[in-house]
């Protein structure tokens, strides 16, 4: 069993920057990749990034490549996202999500966080 919790979304304007957490409880966060998905209100939910079990893979939506980065700290339990050159059509709900898989399939996943806000002004 694994639970997760994000956090660090926010409001912020069209150029800027956020760093999105996902803490995770249980002794096997390690032995999963853990993948990051969104929301936009009316829209259905995307897969955003992904990272393998020891960060060697990395793959990324065509849209957020070279602006967003994943990354993990086995040690700490979390997932990190850092979001940067923010558009308005980022605006969604970020979820993590764990998966035994290195998928960008949100079935694929076993476990998800409650979700955290992010809001790009134009």
């Known amino acids: 069993q694994v639970q997760l919790v994000e956090s660090g979304g926010g409001l912020v304007q069209a150029g800027g920057s956020l760093r999105l957490s996902c803490a995770a409880s249980?002794?096997?966060?390690?032995?999963?990749?853990m993948g990051w998905f969104r929301q936009a209100p009316g829209k259905e939910r995307e897969f955003v990034a992904v990272?393998?079990?020891?960060?060697?893979?990395?793959y990324y939506l065509n849209s957020v490549k070279g602006r967003f980065t994943i990354s993990r700290d086995n040690a700490e339990n979390t997932v990190y996202l850092q979001l940067n050159s923010l558009k308005p059509e980022d605006t969604a709900v970020y979820y993590c999500a764990a998966s035994k898989r290195q998928s960008d399939f949100a079935s694929d996943y076993d476990y998800w966080g409650q979700g955290t806000q992010v809001t790009v002004s134009s």
């Open positions: 249980g002794r096997t966060f390690s032995t999963y990749a």
């Open positions: 990272i393998g079990w020891n960060g060697g893979y990395t």
